[in-house]
């Protein structure tokens, strides 16, 4: 394993070791997992993207066969009706007051 040091500021790095004594574990671990999140692997080797397909395959199906999410038109059709809006009306028809909810 190989060594690697980092210039930080020493408040910020005294906050950070208060944080990670608060969640029982160390600086060294929080950056070794922040540096393996930024390369794209886990400690396991396997990319986020797999560990959230294995975990999105371990969901059991809705009981009433619908899907769990809607998607992202429902999504936006349900907050367009909370203000009142439908997805045909110009960004123009939008009063002050629609924008500012």
Not at 45 to 69: C, F, I, M
Not at 82 to 90: A, I, K, Y
């Amino acid at each position: 394993m190989a060594n690697l040091t980092i210039v930080v500021d020493d408040q910020l790095l005294k906050d950070a070791r208060i944080k990670a004594l608060q969640q029982g574990t160390s600086v060294n671990e929080v950056c070794r997992e922040a540096i393996a999140r930024f390369a794209g692997a886990t400690d396991q080797g396997h990319s986020t993207l797999d560990a959230l397909r294995k975990l999105a395959s371990q969901v059991p199906p809705s009981p009433s066969g619908e899907a769990a999410w809607p998607g992202r038109e429902a999504l936006y059709d349900e907050v367009l009706g909370e203000r009142g809006l439908n997805r045909l009306e110009s960004p123009s028809a939008v009063t002050p007051q629609q924008r500012r909810r």
